[in-house]
């Protein structure tokens, strides 16, 4: 099939690849987290908050012009009653008691692109997306497809 020269090669691409991967989910972030709410009231009331439409997202990863099946990243972005728009995503070091955060959609750049469209008419809350999203990270066991697809269900 392979000679063993193109099976190493192979090998050293994928290990790379990997660790391309992993950093760019670590958001770079260092342990500094921003906040789009403050307010224990406001993180109350949004994660209290109806979703009437989520859009399952994807985007290439950081770092990447291109999206090729799981070499990208996904979240799901909801719109609230008020029409507010927050998007549901999970990564190693997105956040400090969970991995999946809850972030305003405005910080989404062009390279989003909507996946699949629902229309969940209030039946579900920002809470359930986020914990249908999971508090752990595992690039090959519970990554960002992973909690995009069982906040989709």
Known sequence: MFSTRTSIILAALLAILVLQVESSFSGGSGGSYSYDLSKQSELTKLYNSKVYQADRMKRPLEGTSFQLGPLSHSGVRVTLNDGTKWLVHKGKGFGISSQTIVVDARHMGRDWKIVETKNFKGSKTVSDFVKAG??????????????AGRMWE
């Open 134 to 147: 999971g508090t752990d990270y595992s690039l090959i066991f519970d990554n960002c497809h992973d909690g």
